[in-house]
């Protein structure tokens, strides 16, 4: 019995770059505030963007499908 991870790091990829596009909301909040942890966010942001976009490419299929053991993982 094989057990494949490339469409679950997909999923989780989204996941992560999703989070990553979330983290833009306080980054410009605290940008209009003056508050200079808005880099933090930014920083954070980007490598989210960066991660989540090589589990993406990493794992892409044509067409995903999940068995009950991977969507269990998830």
Known sequence: MSFAFQPIAFIVGIFVITLAAVMAVPALADI????????????????????????????????????VHQAFLL
Do not use: E
Not at 37 to 63: E, P
């Open 32 to 67: 209009m505030t003056g508050n200079p942890d808005w880099l933090a966010f930014a920083v954070s942001g980007m490598v989210g963007v960066f991660c989540g976009g090589l589990l993406i490419l990493s794992s892409y299929r044509d067409r995903i499908s999940l068995s």
